[in-house]
């Protein structure tokens, strides 16, 4: 699957200015910190983004518990693969 050119220059910031946007900007603002770097990557920002406008109430779930480790007491659930798999990423 061939890919966009990303903006560059002043362009790259006009998609800040949609206020659909806003939102999850804001959310994804509150998921990063210290203790969550391999969820800062451009791929997984569109991965969340991706799914936040299929169904942000869903997205919301599911990338929080990656962003604590995964969905408690559920050993194969998908956010404790993820975010494993993501964290092995970051350490390589």
Do not use: C
Request: charged fraction near 30%.
């Amino acid at each position: 699957m061939p890919s966009l050119p990303a903006p560059t220059g002043d362009d790259q910031y006009v998609r800040v200015g949609e206020p659909g946007l806003h939102g999850f900007i804001r959310w994804v603002g509150e998921l990063f910190s210290v203790k969550t770097p391999e969820l800062r990557r451009q791929t997984i920002v569109a991965a969340m983004y991706g799914t936040w406008v299929k169904n942000e109430r869903e997205a919301r779930r599911f990338w929080t518990e990656v962003a604590r480790g995964g969905e408690e007491f559920a050993e194969d659930a998908p956010s404790i693969t993820l975010d494993a798999w993501l964290k092995a990423m970051v350490e390589k």
